[in-house]
């Protein structure tokens, strides 16, 4: 953890401008390709790894074939169900995504310097300034690239810009340290404080997770908690009760937790990544449940909470 894994070439998914919920104010978020866990229900399955990866939008293709003979590889096949990706062989070069006149092929992770990113972000300086807002790391996990995202912060901030660090919590004490030199604020998922489950659900124990939290808070940063509330995974009365005894009781520093209700759309992603979604067929939470979490949630004494999302309705 926390050396960079992509031979020194950071990789960016996107630059978003104009998010309201990744911080205070009007904010420009860069999206980092990369994470250490493996959470079931991730909506950006496309930032898992650390590596270029090609997508290809089904609803976008009109089989026009120039993508077969521009690829070097030979990694690509027109089936009766659509294009097939032979993933061992594509190494994300591109060449097909260029040549297919419809744009039915993308490849996701661009590389980046710090000076390019900060250019992209400063497009929307006058934003920033008049709303209080700034720019948030994300991603994926920023703090797999601790060395460009350190650059990337401390330029932001040389710029007058106010920076948030938007974290998983799975990093190592010092990539973390290094980073919260140059944040101004921390947004932090917690989504389970059962060690065994958080294994089962991301991948990873809970215990890094705890001490990331435990670090940002020490280091007295402003601290914003947001929990999934993932039918059957994290929405027990049991879990965000437990939360919510660790962040009141540890956490001095939050100012707001967010509880962010099951969305259920991003399947098409997964399938644009030959992969498969096990929720996929899961139905939303009723708003029902979601005001009960957040109720349990306000005994914390967290100043601010809030859920968000789809619900459906109530049976
Ligand atoms: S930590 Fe976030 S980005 Fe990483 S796998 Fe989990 S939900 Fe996805
Ligand atoms: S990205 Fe390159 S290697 Fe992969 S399928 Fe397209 S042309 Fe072939």
Request: net charge negative.
């Amino acid at each position: 953890m926390g050396a960079e894994k992509n031979a020194g070439k950071p990789l960016i998914l996107e630059i978003r401008g104009n998010s309201l919920d990744d911080g205070p104010g009007i904010r420009s978020v860069v999206f980092f390709k990369g994470c250490p866990l493996s959470c079931v229900w991730c909506h950006n399955p496309e930032g898992f790894e650390l590596k270029p990866q090609l997508m290809w939008f089904d609803v976008r293709c009109i089989g026009a074939r120039d993508c077969l003979a521009a690829c070097p590889k030979k990694a690509l096949r027109l089936t009766p169900s659509g294009i097939t990706i032979d993933r061992q062989a594509c190494d994300a070069c591109g060449a097909c995504a260029e040549a297919c006149p419809a744009g039915a092929l993308e490849v996701v992770g661009k590389e980046y310097t710090p000076a390019g990113a900060l250019d992209e972000v400063m497009r929307d300086e006058a934003f920033y300034r008049n709303s209080g807002g700034g720019v948030t790391v994300s991603g994926g996990e920023p703090t797999m690239q601790p060395r460009f995202v350190e650059e990337l912060l401390r330029s932001c901030r040389e710029s007058g810009l106010h920076t948030a660090l938007d974290t998983c919590g799975y990093s190592s004490a010092d990539a973390l340290e290094r980073l919260l030199g140059h944040a101004d604020m921390v947004l932090l998922d917690l989504k389970l404080l059962d060690d065994e489950r958080h294994r089962e659900l991301t991948g990873v124990g809970v215990g890094r997770v705890l001490e990331s939290a435990s670090l940002v808070t020490g280091a007295g940063k402003p601290l914003w908690i947001r929990t999934p509330v993932i039918p059957g995974c994290t929405d027990s009365e049991e879990n965000i009760g437990a939360l919510a005894t660790f962040i009141g009781g540890k956490l001095r520093t939050v100012e707001r937790w967010d509880l962010l209700a099951f969305n259920n759309t991003c399947g098409a992603k997964y399938r644009r990544l030959d992969m498969s979604w096990r929720l996929e067929d899961e139905p939303l939470l009723e708003k029902s449940r979601m005001e009960a979490l957040a109720g349990i949630a306000r005994e914390s004494g967290v100043k601010e909470v809030a859920w968000s999302g789809a619900t459906r309705r109530e049976e």
